[in-house]
Each structure stands twice: as structure tokens, then as C-alpha cells.
């Protein structure tokens, strides 16, 4: 081989490994599918919202008569079996009322009236049959706001575990179908995500296990949750 022919035989040898390498580096290609799972429980834990507000001519007497009536309700859930760690003071509000008079000039002229105190009491219900009874013994004893109920769960790690396990098999027959009517099929699993928030309950219609009502309490009926996952799937695309 003469001198001319040498160079072009040695960066031609060294071009071909690197072509071969680049080509070897190009993304397999993929297929990325959303995968929806969901699974329901009956709730064992009620949270009850209540507000007690009380009016007076000023914030010291209203704060006193509110004292006096939120001081009854909580003595009436300990009663009741509700456990120190179940009650929970949400918030504490003081606040003037106004009356807004006419003036001659067409303005208006501000009247303090009275002030108003509100406190607001969280109380977790373990035993969610006694969620009605409750609700009908907080107002008689002086409740008069809130009444929100929220149905949950205390440990739904099983039922979440089942709704990403239906997840996972959803985006599974998602992908085996895109990819067959593509003239594919899915291969390994790259990646695999769940969705950032955390899965929450979504209370859905009432069944069977419905507790009924007790005389003269408030009729709930607790339903069931339902927990929703979602996660995004990467798969190998053959």
C-alpha cells in the first residue's frame, strides 16, 4: 500500500467503530401509556366538624358564653368514648358585628352592635354508628355552625396497594393494545411512576353496610371510599 492510501485505510478504520457505536446508542423504541386503578373500602372513621358562635354585647361576655357551650359539647364527646387525641380545636374567631345606618349626606355611618365569637371543633369518630347520635347531641348542647362530615379511612395501605396493582394492569393492556394495532408487541418494562399525590379517598354511593340510624339521632349513612391510583408506564416497544 503506497503512502497516499495508508492514512485514508487508518481513519477509515477508525470511522466504522464509532458509526457502529453511534447506531448502537439510538433510543429503542418506546411506548408510554397512563395506567388507572381503583379499589373501595367502607370508611371506620368519621370527622365531624362543629362550631359553636356566640354573640354578646362585648368580646369578653361572648367569648365567655361560647366557653361555656363548646366546654359542654367536649365533655359530652368524652362521655360518649371520644379520646382526647380525637378532639381537636380547628380555630378560634372574634369578630365585631356592624350595622351600617344612612347618613343625610348619602354616606353611611357604622354601628358596633355586638360582637361574635366562633369556635370550631374537630372530632374524630372512631365508631362511625355513633356519628349520628353525636351530631344530634352537640346541637342540643349548643352547636349551631359546622356539622361537615368527612368519611376516611385509618389505615387504607391494603386497599391502595390493590387500587396500584389494578393501575399497573391497566396501563399493561393499554400498551399491549396500542402496540398490536401498531403491528407490535410491548417488551420489558423501563419505567415505571406513580402519580405525585398521594391516593385519597372519594366517597361514593352508600351499600348495604349502611348503619341504621338511632332513634332521635341525625341519619348518616357512610357509603364507601373509593382510592384512585394512576402511574406511567415505560415499555420496551419490539
Not at 354578646?56 to 359539647?73: C, F, G, I
Not at 371543633?121 to 349520628?132: E, F
Not at 396497594?161 to 402496540?179: C, G, H, P, Q, S
Request: proline letters at 5%; aromatic letters at 4%; hydrophobic letters at 45%.
Amino acid at each position: 500500500m503506497n503512502g497516499f492510501l495508508l492514512p485514508l485505510a487508518l481513519a477509515a478504520a477508525m470511522v466504522l467503530p464509532a458509526v457502529a457505536n453511534a447506531a448502537d446508542a439510538r433510543p429503542s423504541p418506546q411506548i408510554v401509556v397512563t395506567g388507572e386503578g381503583e379499589a373501595t373500602v367502607a370508611p371506620d372513621i368519621a370527622v365531624l366538624s362543629l362550631s359553636v358562635m356566640r354573640e354578646a354585647k362585648t368580646a369578653r361576655a361572648a367569648l365567655d358564653a361560647n366557653n361555656d357551650a363548646m366546654a359542654a359539647v367536649i365533655s359530652a364527646m368524652k362521655a360518649a368514648g371520644i379520646e382526647d387525641r380525637d378532639l381537636q380545636t380547628a380555630g378560634i374567631q372574634i369578630s365585631p358585628r356592624y350595622n351600617y345606618n344612612s347618613k343625610p349626606d348619602g354616606g353611611q355611618e357604622a354601628e358596633l352592635v355586638a360582637y361574635q365569637v366562633t369556635n370550631a371543633l374537630s372530632v374524630r369518630i372512631r365508631d362511625i354508628d355513633k356519628t349520628g347520635e353525636l351530631l344530634d347531641k352537640a346541637v342540643t348542647l349548643g352547636v349551631n355552625e359546622g356539622g361537615g362530615i368527612v368519611f376516611t379511612n385509618a389505615n387504607p395501605a391494603a386497599v391502595v396497594t390493590e387500587a396500584r396493582k389494578k393501575a399497573v394492569a391497566d396501563a399493561i393492556a393499554k400498551a399491549k393494545t396500542l402496540a398490536e394495532a401498531a403491528g407490535s408487541s410491548v417488551g420489558k418494562v423501563l419505567e415505571i411512576s406513580e402519580q405525585s399525590a398521594p391516593p385519597m379517598p372519594i366517597r361514593i354511593a352508600a351499600k348495604s353496610f349502611d348503619a341504621m340510624p338511632q332513634a332521635g339521632a341525625a341519619p348518616v349513612q357512610a357509603g364507601e371510599n373509593a382510592y384512585r391510583v394512576q402511574v406511567n408506564v415505560t415499555f420496551e416497544l419490539k
